[in-house]
């Protein structure tokens, strides 16, 4: 073996797990779900649950789709039996923790789509994290109550 080879593969293995797990997060995406609206909805609300797998805080600090003008992160408080929405600059998932977007709680806020969108179509949506990586999700449109589950994974 070459000097060179031999310099290489002492500088360059000892990096391979970092190399190898760079671009990648430790969130596991589940049941992600828009609900339909009507057609001329101007906002939708989209849902998921977000699992933090790995020994660091996480933080979603924007998401965007080609079909929405603008994603907000938003969260219902109910106060004085009344509810309003706040909307929430990031969403911070704690290492081992799950945080659930869903009705009544924390949610996105999909702001005027493009087009109608019904039961049956789905949406590409981007996750940006603190850490600049951007996480891909695919949220199909259903009508809320169905008792369907969509599983996508990210590690």
């Known amino acids: 073996m070459n000097a060179y080879r031999m310099?290489?593969?002492?500088?360059?293995?000892?990096?391979?797990?970092?190399?190898?797990?760079?671009?990648q997060s430790d969130l596991d995406i589940k049941d992600a779900w828009i609900q339909e609206g009507p057609p001329n909805a101007r906002v939708l609300a989209g849902f998921m649950q977000i699992t933090n797998n790995g020994d660091?805080?996480?933080?979603?600090?924007?998401a965007d789709s080609s079909l929405f003008k603008s994603i907000e992160f938003h969260r219902t408080i109910h106060a004085d039996g009344?509810?309003?929405?706040?909307?929430?600059?990031?969403?911070?998932?704690?290492?081992?923790?799950?945080?659930?977007?869903?009705?009544?709680?924390?949610?996105l806020m999909l702001i005027?789509?493009?087009?109608?969108?019904?039961?049956?179509d789905s949406v590409d949506l981007n996750l940006r994290l603190s850490s600049d990586i951007i996480l891909p999700v695919k949220l199909p449109v259903r009508q809320p109550g169905r008792e369907q589950h969509q599983h996508h994974h990210h590690h």
Not at 7 to 23: E, F, K, R, S, T
Not at 89 to 104: D, R, S, V
């Open 112 to 120: 005027q789509p493009h087009q109608p969108l019904k039961r049956g």
């Open 82 to 107: 009344m509810a309003r929405m706040e909307k929430q600059q990031q969403l911070t998932i704690q290492p081992g923790a799950t945080l659930k977007l869903e009705h009544g709680s924390y949610h």
């Open 7 to 23: 310099i290489l593969m002492v500088i360059v293995l000892p990096l391979l797990p970092a190399l190898l797990h760079a671009g």
């Open 56 to 62: 660091k805080t996480v933080s979603i600090t924007s």
